[in-house]
C-alpha cells in the first residue's frame, strides 16, 4: 500500500502547477488502485484490475464588477449565450421555461478548433447562489457548478468542473481525464473572460 503523504510529495515535485484539486484526485486514484488490485492465480502471468469510481476536478474562479443579480442573470441567459460566450457556436433548447432544475439544452461548440455537441441538463439550482449542469460525454459523467457570491463592489463567481468515469478502467480513465482536464481550464477561463467582459460592457 502507497503512502499517501508521499504520493502526494511526489506528484506535487513532479506536477508543480497543477490545482490541489488535481492532486488530491490522481493520489485517490493511485492509493485505490492499490486497494482494489486482486491477487494473482497461480501460474497467472498478470493480474486484472478491477475498475473502481475515478473523479477528477478542476475549479477556476474570477470576480466581475458588476452586482449579483446581474451577473447571475447574464450567466443563465441561455437564449444569448452564443452573443456573449465566443466558444459557443449554437444552441438548441430541449425544454422551454425559465432556467431552472430539468432545463435541458443541446449546445455546439468550438473547442480547441474543434465543433463538438453536448446536452445538457441543469441538476441543482439556487437563484442567485448558484447552480450545476450536467451531461455524459464518452461514458464520462461531467458536472459544471457554478457559485456567486457578492464581493466588494462585484461579484465573485468560482466554477468547478468534474469528471466522473464510473466503472470505466482506472489506467484510462486517469490519463483520459488529466488530458481532458487540461483542456477545459482553457475553456472555463475563456468562458468566464466572455462573459465578465460582456457583463461589464453593459454597466
Do not use: C
Not at 83 to 108: D, H, K, S, Y
Amino acid at each position: 500500500m502507497p503512502d499517501r503523504q508521499k504520493v502526494e510529495a511526489i506528484l506535487t515535485t513532479r506536477f508543480p502547477s497543477a490545482p490541489l484539486p488535481q492532486i488530491a484526485a490522481a493520489v485517490n486514484a493511485i492509493v485505490a488502485l492499490h486497494q482494489a488490485r486482486p491477487a494473482p492465480r497461480a501460474g497467472a502471468a498478470f493480474a486484472m484490475i478491477a475498475p473502481i469510481p475515478t473523479r477528477t476536478t478542476i475549479a477556476v474562479s474570477t470576480r466581475i464588477n458588476a452586482p449579483l443579480t446581474r451577473v447571475f442573470d447574464r450567466f443563465t441567459d441561455l437564449d444569448h449565450a452564443n452573443q456573449f460566450v465566443t466558444g459557443i457556436v449554437a444552441l438548441e433548447r430541449l425544454t422551454e421555461g425559465e432556467f431552472g432544475v430539468g432545463m435541458r439544452w443541446r449546445e455546439t461548440r468550438r473547442i480547441l478548433g474543434h465543433i463538438d455537441s453536448a446536452e445538457m441538463e441543469v441538476t441543482a439550482f439556487d437563484r442567485y447562489r448558484g447552480y450545476t449542469i450536467t451531461h455524459l460525454k464518452g461514458g464520462i459523467r461531467i458536472e459544471t457548478a457554478f457559485a456567486f457570491e457578492a464581493a466588494a463592489a462585484g461579484t465573485l463567481v468560482e466554477v468547478e468542473f468534474a469528471l466522473d468515469g464510473g466503472r470505466m478502467p482506472t489506467a484510462f480513465l486517469n490519463s483520459a481525464n488529466w488530458v481532458i482536464a487540461g483542456k477545459v481550464r482553457h475553456v472555463l477561463l475563456a468562458d468566464l473572460s466572455d462573459l465578465e467582459a460582456s457583463v461589464e460592457e453593459a454597466r
